[in-house]
């Protein structure tokens, strides 16, 4: 019983820290957050972090599949509640809109992910596995959308997830550094991209 209750507490202090490095990371960059200062949000000392975490990279890869973790969560509650398939090709983006204003930004954690690839070859396997899971994971909901007669038969919606997490990526560079896209440009492209999947006029 003594062995449950303990690893019990080593799950739930795990997940508090990922919790706390994801709000660092988000606000912050993998290079300019710092275990330390991570380890001051989650309430801990850094002994406690390496406990659980061999460094900033296991953390921060941590971070990246706990991120997308809830950004599927999230996305599952948009479909459950848009009886329309035809709008379920806003459901990431609405997830991710619905994930900012908890503070967390998985486009900046994909965008700390890109910077840090070229250097480091762990982020980079990690992170590639991680992008095909998410175009197969976008590529399902479309396909789920176009059975159900909400996106046009002819598209092709393997390629058509490729041009999502392109558009997910273009938002990201965005939402970072600003000054090239406006909103009004990000909801026209948007708007683009349902006319094109649903075949609405």
């Known amino acids: 019983m003594t062995r449950v ?4 507490a080593a799950d739930e202090r ?4 990922v919790d706390a490095a994801l709000q660092v990371f988000s606000a912050r960059s993998y290079r300019g957050a710092t275990t330390a200062e991570i ?4 309430g801990v000392t ?9 460094s900033k990279r296991d953390l921060f890869l941590a971070c990246l599949d706990e991120v997308w973790l809830r950004l599927r969560e999230a996305v599952e509650d948009e479909i459950a509640g848009e009886p329309d398939p035809s709008s379920w090709v806003l459901a990431v983006p609405r997830a991710m809109a619905s994930l900012r204003r908890r503070r967390l930004a998985p486009t900046q954690l994909w965008l700390q992910a890109l910077s840090e690839a070229t250097e480091d070859a762990e982020i980079r396997r990690h992170f590639r596995r991680h992008l095909r899971e998410m175009h197969d994971y976008v590529a399902d909901i479309l396909r789920r959308a176009q059975a159900a007669g909400g996106i046009r038969a002819e598209r092709d919606v393997d390629a058509e997830a490729w041009i999502g997490l392109g558009l997910g990526l273009l938002r990201s ?8 896209l406006g909103e009004e440009e990000i909801k026209a492209i948007s708007t683009a991209r349902v006319r094109w999947l649903t075949g609405a006029d």
Request: aromatic share 10%; hydrophobic share 45%.
């Open 46 to 54: 850094e002994p406690i972090l390496y406990r659980h975490f061999g």
């Open 5 to 8: 209750r303990a690893r019990l």
């Open 39 to 42: 380890a001051r949000e989650a």
């Open 14 to 17: 795990r997940a508090a820290l």
């Open 173 to 180: 560079v965005q939402d970072r550094f600003g000054g090239l």
